[in-house]
């Protein structure tokens, strides 16, 4: 399975939304009936975090203004309104076939 | 509360061994399953494989069958990652994940997303 981001790259003004999207190239319903979506968020110089799971499900200790959508091949992260802290690298990853990440979309401020 | 520490970075040269480590805490070690990412330098996430630390079973990527090799020790709850022969173009950060999981009248069950990391150990390959 692939997995394609766009934008690869999104200035975005503080306090604005941001979106991103991902596609993949066969659906990621798996077997067992749940879609193995999740949104990992890089800061520089970081290892990758977990912000979203199973497309909308946000992980403990991440804010609300991350949301995450979608369903069979297309999903969506959203921020509502970015913060300074949210700079860094977002990348999409499915487990339902092996296993496979997003080539990444770098979030900076305009 | 759950923690994956990797060992220090490493400098080596072409042809050289190296075996990096992962020790989970804070959670049944041997019920989940460990993950081993690359990410070379300025690139994306590239999932390399993953091994079950109850009974070692390992699954790895078509791209780095042969060229690695997992290993778990229960006994201290910690997962490796080694290399018999390095090449320049191993030189990356290689994390460490948990696969997520739950478990339900004592048998654990995947689920097929990272929810922990470790902070990465930089291995450098050069001449």
């Known amino acids: 399975i692939v997995m394609t981001q766009t934008p690869l790259s999104s200035p975005v003004t503080l306090g604005q939304p941001a979106s991103i999207s ?4 066969q659906s990621l ?8 979506l999740s949104w990992l968020q890089q800061r520089p110089g970081q290892p990758p975090r977990l912000l979203i799971y199973k497309i ?11 949301s995450g959508s979608g369903a ?5 992260l959203k921020i509502s309104r970015v913060e300074a802290e949210d700079v860094g690298v977002y990348y999409c990853m499915q487990g339902t076939q092996s296993y496979a990440f997003g080539q990444g979309t770098k979030l900076e401020i305009k | 509360e759950v923690q994956l520490v990797q060992s220090g970075a490493e400098v080596k040269k072409p042809e050289d061994s ?12 041997t019920s989940y399953w460990i993950g081993w990412v690359r990410q070379m330098p300025g690139k994306g996430l590239e999932w390399m494989g993953t091994i079950y630390p109850g009974d070692s079973d390992t699954r790895y990527s078509p791209s780095f069958q042969g060229q690695v090799t997992f290993s778990a020790d229960k006994s201290i709850t910690t997962a490796y990652l080694q290399w018999s022969s390095l090449k320049a173009s191993d030189t990356a950060m290689y994390y460490c994940a948990r696969l997520a999981g739950y478990c339900s009248a004592g048998i654990c069950y995947p689920e097929y997303y990272f929810d922990y990391w470790g902070q990465g150990t930089l291995v450098t390959v050069s001449s």
């Open chain 2, 18 to 29: 190296v075996k990096i480590s992962c020790k989970g805490s804070g959670y049944k070690f």
């Open chain 1, 72 to 76: 069979g091949t297309d999903f969506t």
């Open chain 1, 56 to 66: 909308s499900n946000r992980f403990s200790g991440v804010p609300d203004r991350f």
């Open chain 1, 22 to 25: 991902c596609r993949s190239s």
């Open chain 1, 29 to 36: 319903v798996h077997s067992d009936g749940n879609t193995y």
